[in-house]
């Protein structure tokens, strides 16, 4: 009845990959592109540092009996590590370029000769 050969899966998993774009290389550590994306990762950058290390200065407090001494000490290092994790996280987005429309609103982006 049919004598032509079914196309493989693997085939069509490399024309579906092809299609969609997905054999370029992913953009896994990109970081959030809206102003506001950049502003709550940051928030959560400190954040998280400073649970982590409120956390685990309770923890060592409450094993080794040192109440409130290592909370505050883990609290500071919690601190100190949000902020320089903020700070290299702000270093990468900097490092990025800008988009278009950023350029265009703040009306950067525009040849120099075309001001005059």
Known sequence: MDDKPRPSLEDL????RTARGENEPSDRGRLPGTRLGQALHLAIEMAAALAVGG???WLLDDWLGTRPWLLV???FVGI??????A???AQRMG???MSRADAGRRGE???ERSQG
């Open 13 to 16: 998993d490399s024309r579906l």
């Open 55 to 57: 956390g685990i200065g």
């Open 73 to 75: 000490v883990f609290i």
């Open 80 to 85: 100190a590590a949000g902020i320089l994790n």
């Open 87 to 89: 700070f290299r996280a």
């Open 95 to 97: 490092a990025t370029p």
């Open 109 to 111: 982006g525009r040849d």
